[in-house]
């Protein structure tokens, strides 16, 4: 069915038009147009007025060329690569990671208990991530299916004191969250004597402190076995070749790991790290190198009035700035989620506050580096998820790897002049709908048509 669905899809991209506004230039619908658009690559490498070699020879410059800018490096993303990425649900035992995983996915694979270690094998969700500008798209285009972009979202089990060192679930548990791209912090905040704490009474703080703890030295762990091991298989790094200088290079790196977690005491995504330094920090898959969002479970009553007695935003700042902090309720949502879209309406004017879900979808998806571009026609508006930076070629190859494998270039338009001329034709007509190459770096809220080669 799904590779049904892409060849339909495939066949659509490929026959329709090319901008007019690229006309003298552009391929022609004509089937030869399926191949290779040399042509046009051809035509924007030429020089704009022809003149010899020699007359450039003699042309005396009028000014001194500007010296070279300075090429800036792309930075390489801290994570797994890929565009299929996960965010998993962790923090101490019996704090409501369950119940917030059924709301958030509105169903009830999470097994929500009132006991600590409830949940013991991860359960996965895929979340529409909510989107003012995918709505608008399909009320323009009206198509027969409507496909949003999803984050997909794991419930994992509590993690207590001493996980690292495999006390609760311990080691099992850490699997879990090695395997998971972002972490969707949970702290408990909302205080109810019927439900127990592991460590005793509700202290948000604490829980923080043993989750980054737990984190911590279990990186500090693995960066030091693989220390010895590069260390055991590296005695003979005396000679200068490539080789050996790649390999010192890499040591070197894995022990500024090990310092940013002993002596600086940071996680490792807050330390400053190089391309290269990053692809060896990538290729260990440290827990604290994942993009952390806090959410703060409140009671109902302190989510509306917006206030509570800890100190949870102090704690972010002095130990991980930067990093986003949510509040919100469970038990508000797990009530909004039994009632109808319009009772849900009236609820929140009544109480004053608004779901916080939306908010936290769209966090998650951001924290991961995910961004989406559009596929629109009549059959189906979708918005595909892509990792930030990713060229033309690799966005398309989300659709089919065909798409990439024969790309041949994208006629993208950004949402944004969608919105603003209101039709595609008029997009065109204003010149704003554009053909891009390989090496085009798609940006959030492009709207775009492939064509591929045969
Ligand atoms: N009063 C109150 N109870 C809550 C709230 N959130 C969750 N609970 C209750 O807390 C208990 C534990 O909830 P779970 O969702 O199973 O917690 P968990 O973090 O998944 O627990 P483990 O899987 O055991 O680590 C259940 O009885 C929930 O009903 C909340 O916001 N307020
Ligand atoms: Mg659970």
Same mark, same amino acid.
């Given at each position: 069915m799904a590779a049904m669905g892409t060849r339909r899809l495939a066949a659509r991209f490929l026959s329709r038009p090319p901008p007019s506004s690229a006309s003298s230039s552009s391929p022609t619908s004509s089937p030869s147009s399926l191949l290779p658009s040399f042509s046009y690559v051809r035509a924007r490498c030429l020089p704009a007025a022809p003149f010899s070699s020699s007359a450039v020879a003699l042309a005396k410059p009028k000014k001194r060329m500007p010296p070279k800018k300075a090429v800036q490096e792309k930075k390489v993303l801290?994570?797994?690569?890929?565009?299929?990425?996960? #965010?998993? #649900?962790?923090?101490?035992?019996?704090?409501?990671?369950?119940?917030?995983?059924?709301?958030?996915?509105?169903?009830?694979?999470?097994?929500?208990?009132?006991y600590p270690y409830a949940t013991i094998n991860p359960e996965e969700a895929r979340i529409p991530?909510?989107?003012?500008?995918?709505?608008?798209?399909?009320?323009?285009?009206?198509?027969?299916?409507?496909?949003?972009? /999803?984050?997909?979202?794991?419930? #994992?089990?509590?993690? $207590?004191?001493?996980?690292? $060192?495999?006390?609760?679930?311990?080691n099992a548990f850490l699997s879990h969250v090695r395997a998971v791209d972002g972490i969707f912090q949970m702290v408990r905040a909302f205080d109810d004597a019927?439900?127990?704490?592991v460590e005793g009474e509700v202290n948000p703080t604490r829980d923080m402190e043993i989750i980054q703890t737990e984190l911590r030295l279990k990186d500090i762990e693995w960066v030091e076995k693989h220390i010895?091991?590069?260390?055991?298989?590296g005695r003979a790094l005396g000679s200068n070749s490539l080789a050996d200088k790649a390999k010192k290079e890499e040591i070197a790196t894995v022990e500024k #790991?090990?310092?940013?977690?002993?002596?600086?005491?940071?996680?490792?995504?807050?330390?400053?790290?190089?391309?290269?330094?990053i692809e060896v920090v990538n290729g260990l898959q440290l827990l604290t190198a994942k993009p952390v969002t806090y959410l703060v479970n409140l009671s109902e009553k302190d989510y509306v009035r917006k206030k509570n007695k800890w100190q949870i935003k102090a704690w972010i700042d002095e130990n991980n700035p930067g990093d986003p902090l949510i509040p919100f309720s469970v038990a508000l949502e797990e009530r909004l989620v039994g009632m109808s879209d319009e009772?849900?309406?009236?609820?929140?004017?009544?109480?004053? /506050?608004?779901?916080?879900?939306?908010?936290?979808?769209?966090?998650?998806?951001?924290s991961l580096d995910l961004i989406r571009y559009f596929t629109c026609g009549p059959d189906e508006v979708r918005a595909w998820t892509i990792r930030r930076g990713i060229k033309a070629p690799q966005a398309a190859g989300v659709i089919h790897s065909d798409f990439e494998n024969k790309f041949v270039c994208g006629e993208i338009m950004s949402y944004d002049d969608l919105r603003e001329h209101g039709s595609e034709s008029a997009v065109k007509a204003a010149g704003k709908l554009r053909q891009?190459?390989?090496?085009?770096?798609?940006?959030?809220?492009?709207?775009?048509y492939w064509k591929s080669g045969a």
């Open positions: 801290l994570g797994r690569p890929g565009n299929n990425l996960k #965010i998993g #649900i962790v923090g101490v035992p019996n704090v409501g990671k369950s119940s917030f995983f059924n709301v958030l996915s509105k169903t009830d694979l999470g097994l929500a208990r009132n991530v909510p989107d003012e500008r995918f709505e608008w798209l399909c009320d323009l285009y009206k198509p027969a299916s409507k496909v949003p972009a /999803a984050l997909t979202c794991i419930d #994992i089990a509590g993690l $207590t004191a001493g996980a690292s $060192t495999g006390a609760g679930l311990g019927e439900v127990i704490h010895e091991g590069l260390k055991r298989g #790991i090990l310092k940013v977690l002993t002596v600086d005491n940071l996680d490792v995504r807050k330390a400053e790290w190089g391309n290269k330094e009772e849900q309406v009236e609820e929140q004017k009544k109480i004053g /506050a608004t779901s916080a879900l939306p908010k936290i979808t769209q966090a998650g998806y951001s891009q190459g390989k090496p085009y770096e798609m940006i959030d809220g492009d709207i775009a």
